[in-house]
């Protein structure tokens, strides 16, 4: 197992383990988020926002990842797909509000 990981003794060992991470996910997901709101401001117009191609890239880069780190792909890409496509909304919304001031 990896430095990270230890085996737990009973199932609150493993909730507390699961509730670390949980944390730091959704403290990692706020950094993102802050970050493609920066994006919405270099953006022109909704396609360079959707950037199909980026997507596609970012995707294939997590599969490499998730490869590394012995995690089943096909999860990691759902889940990044799914954050992906909320975060377009999100930076949609504030491109839009960049464009009307």
Request: glycine content about 2%; some cysteine.
């Amino acid at each position: 197992m990896g430095e990270l990981m230890k085996e737990c003794k009973n199932m609150e060992e493993i909730r507390e383990n699961i509730d670390i991470i949980d944390m730091e996910i959704v403290k990692l997901l706020s950094r993102r988020s802050y970050f493609v709101k920066e994006a919405a401001k270099f953006k022109k117009n909704a396609g360079e926002v959707e950037a199909p191609k980026r997507v596609e890239e970012v995707i294939q880069k997590v599969r490499s990842l998730a490869m590394k780190y012995g995690v089943q792909q096909d999860i990691v890409e759902n889940i990044y797909r799914t954050m992906i496509q909320n975060f377009i909304d999100y930076e949609m919304d504030h491109h839009s509000k960049q464009t009307l001031k």
